[in-house]
């Protein structure tokens, strides 16, 4: 046994006469593997900051939230929410689990078409779709869910000139007990905005009303609002059936389950707060089995499920670039990597622990990244153990919403590598050079020389 390593004591301020009612502090053990392979020798190869994502746990939240959804309602069909990650390895993975591809922008149904997505099973939602967009959408037959009267006025007029019919269905809002509510997105229910929506769509014979969408938040903590969206939506198709006599495809319940990262100000770590999917899944396919008239050839129920299939397959390396101690005497760690690369540490606490080991005494720290900015915060009060400038921290949970709202600011953008299912390690994306970065800029020939005195 090696020696063991001196700790220096500290001294701790204790707030007299305030009751700790979480107790002694958790102890997390340091992550020094990510599928078995040792954080220090991922960064040898590959650098620091890094990202890194596993194949293996995005094919098993995949299927087990498949499985959970389909012992509720036979007919499910999960669509991969492209702005949760849309690096083409990871969308690849998705639909080889086979999931269509949902997207909300050109950019998005553009990455989903050179990978191979053939229209029909693209799911084209959002509200700022071009006359382009939208012709191209046509021609290939993808599900276009209409977000608002000037796309619907404007797909009349397209399939008219182009003598095609679009593959339509509508976003319906709701108010389901969520407040402020997201009433931004789609027609809404109870002003009766989304029935007159639906009358004009009907009477068209260039529109094919195919399903009804609504996606009705995100990270949603509780399974109740879906049973109420997913309850007016059966209204809805309910009257469509029995007024206008239209057989829908599916009804498109969106994403918004949540995944395993707590939100800044909650109170339990997610793991203890949050119901099981199982429960989301029981409200969400409860209501469907009031459908009526539909007899053995129910609607699919698709699914745009995003950070709770993939959010705890990212992981992302960074190393203590310095050790402070604020004016007020609390310890600050600098890591390399930042708000940059984790938008999501402004509304999420990131866990993050030691790559290595360390000893056992904690102390409450600031961790900031590496930007020259206040704003760079990753944690602003986190209990960790004394760790030196060089050593790795993991953060955990990552895997949504990082890669697609990175910024290049500052600095450059890491490497991203996949632990393949099969073993082994392959770069995603390589990290960004300035090359990279600089390669569209042009500068006036005035402006190419100076000479500084
Ligand atoms: C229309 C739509 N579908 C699906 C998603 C995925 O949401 P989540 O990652 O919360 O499951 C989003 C994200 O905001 C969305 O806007």
Redesign the pocket.
Known sequence: MGKKQYERPIINKQYSGFMNKFGNATVSQPKTEIENIPVKDLVAQYGSPLFVMSERVMRENQRNVARIFRTRYPKVQF?W?Y??NYMNAVCSVFHQEGSWA?V?SEFEYDRARRLGVQGEHIIF??PDKSTEGLERAIREKAKI?IDHYDELYELIEITERLGLTAQVAI?VNYDVGVYPKWDR?GFNYENGEAREALKRIVVNKKLKLVGL?S?I????MSPEPYRIAMTKMVALANWLKSQHHVHLEYLDA??????HNTLKGQYLQAEEALPALDQYADAITGPLFELESYGDSMPTLIL???????DNAGFLISTISALKRLSDGKRAYIIDAGINLLFTSFWYKHKLVPAQATGVIKENASVFGPLCMNIDCIHEDISLPAMKKGEHVVLFNVG??TMTQWMQFITLRPSVVMIMEKGGVEVIRKGESLDYVMQLEQTPDSLKKFSLV
């Open positions: 669509a929410s702005k949760t949902e909300v939602n959002g869910h976003r997105f969408h996606h938040g995100t990270y949603m969106g994403g918004g389950l949540p995944s745009e499920s995003g950070r709770a299939l993939i949504a919403y």
